[in-house]
């Protein structure tokens, strides 16, 4: 894809809106409450918010700087400064981890989909039974077509292109997103003993850190700030020079950080209005969602409203996010293949519906076969967020540290004269915490995965 031909983003807002909105999804509406719930509330959330000022700051940066300074997506980026084989490697690894990532993400928010489908006109017992969520997930067939539906509304808003689809449908969805979370989070605060869940969420209890929640937050950050999986290098490629890095970063942090905040505020109180915060409750992780939250709602007085409103705002963190990783494989596409927007959305569109069919089909048809002992929706994302994501923050902290040079990305980051108040801290960070702490992740989550540890 030519420069002159490369889609912008109109200014600032746009690319603020955009950029949170790949970063507000199911990580911190679905993902974050979970393990805020299982390991220890207040204290999770303040090593979260730590790591989302130092780590999450310095990758946001260098990954928007990269992308601006090159105008390619992820594969091209690393051509331009480390022209090595490991090096493009590394890019193609960036480009590779949103084509494995959105087939079995829009599975999920298929599963969305259905949920709000079904608070609409089913019967609220039925939805909040305890084996809805299974007999769903396993149907097959039904699983494939609402995941279909997500998939179709993600691919149009692709088809649309930077300005016309991304831009003006994350302007839309996020600010309707913050006004549903907060009247959410009004009425969950106002049931009896809600307050309860406000202070497990809020204050930290020290007697309940461990190394693994710190292992936790970090893989959250990842998933939540959507780190190193080439968004933020094509999105910075769609930034205008005259757009404050800096100053963005931070706006995309706040944004995300609140939102998970909401998100945690809206879930576990209701935990413990409706379960006396029971620590059984707090631990069932993803089936928090789907399981726990309709049964809350069904005994809610205004439950189905209430439903609504939920599903109706994951269904939008959904689908910003999904965009986003959509968007990063096409922009690939184009700049590597040389393929016009409407093919590249086509051949997306396939790897989809290969993908996330498997995804889909492993709970029901296919639960027969398995991968390490894994469905296929949770082999890849173990492959993706457990292994790939890791390696490719220290390929972006190698590339920026050993091969491009801090200075060329202090540049970028100061060019028009913006500022860069925390230049220090990224310096320190890019070069030694990252890549330490990716390894981290790294051997912590793979030793998990195969039973050496317990996360």
């Given amino acids: 894809m030519d420069n002159k031909e490369r889609g912008l983003f109109s200014g600032k807002l746009g690319f603020v809106l955009s950029a949170a909105g790949a970063s507000v999804g199911l990580g911190n509406i679905w993902r974050f409450p979970y393990l805020a719930a299982r390991y220890g509330g207040g204290i999770f959330l303040l090593v979260y918010i730590v790591l989302a000022l130092t780590f999450g700051y310095t990758m946001i940066i260098a990954e928007t700087a990269i992308g601006r300074s090159t105008r390619k997506s992820p594969v091209g980026a690393f051509y331009a400064y480390g022209n090595t084989r490991p090096m493009k490697a590394g890019g193609w690894l960036n480009a590779v981890i949103p084509v494995l990532i959105c087939p079995y993400y829009s599975v999920i928010g298929g599963w969305v989909c259905k949920y709000l489908f079904d608070f609409l006109h089913t019967d609220l017992g039925t939805v909040s039974s305890d084996t809805f969520f299974t007999d769903f997930i396993s149907s097959g067939w039904s699983a494939e077509f609402w995941f279909i539906v997500f998939s179709a509304a993600v691919l149009t808003v692709i088809w649309l292109g930077v300005n016309s689809g991304i831009e003006k449908v994350s302007g839309f969805m996020m600010p309707v997103l913050v006004v549903l979370a907060v009247i959410i989070v009004i009425y969950t605060l106002t049931r009896p003993g809600a307050l309860g869940g406000v202070k497990y969420l809020l204050v930290p209890d020290f007697s309940r850190f461990s190394w693994m929640t710190v292992v936790s937050a970090m893989g959250q950050m990842f998933y939540s700030l959507s780190i190193a999986m080439g968004i933020l290098i094509t999105f910075g490629s769609y930034m205008q020079k005259d757009t404050g890095i800096e100053e963005s970063t931070v706006q995309v942090e706040i944004f995300d950080s609140a939102i998970a905040i909401l998100a945690g505020l809206m879930i576990i109180p209701a935990v413990f209005a409706f379960f006396g915060g029971s620590p059984e409750t707090l631990n069932k992780g993803p089936a928090l969602m789907f399981i726990t939250m309709p049964k809350i709602f069904a005994d809610m007085k205004a439950g189905r409203l209430i439903g609504i409103l939920f599903f109706l705002l994951v269904l939008f963190a959904a689908l910003t996010s999904a965009i986003a990783l959509v968007e990063s494989a096409v922009s690939t596409f184009s700049d590597e293949f040389g393929w016009s927007r409407k093919k590249g959305t086509v051949i997306m569109a396939l790897i989809m519906i290969s993908l996330g069919s498997l995804s889909c089909l492993g ?25 790939m994501m890791p390696v490719a923050a220290i390929a972006i902290c190698v590339l920026v540290s050993r091969h491009m040079g801090v200075y060329m990305i202090e540049d970028e980051v100061l060019s028009g004269g913006k500022s860069f108040k925390r230049r220090n801290v990224f310096n320190f960070m890019i070069r030694w915490i990252c890549p330490i702490f990716s390894l981290i992740i790294l051997a912590s989550s793979v030793a998990s995965a195969f039973g050496w540890i317990t996360i």
């Fill in 363 to 387: 709970y029901g048809p296919l639960s027969f076969i398995t991968i390490l002992g894994m469905p296929f929706l949770d082999f890849f994302d173990f492959l993706t967020n457990s292994v």
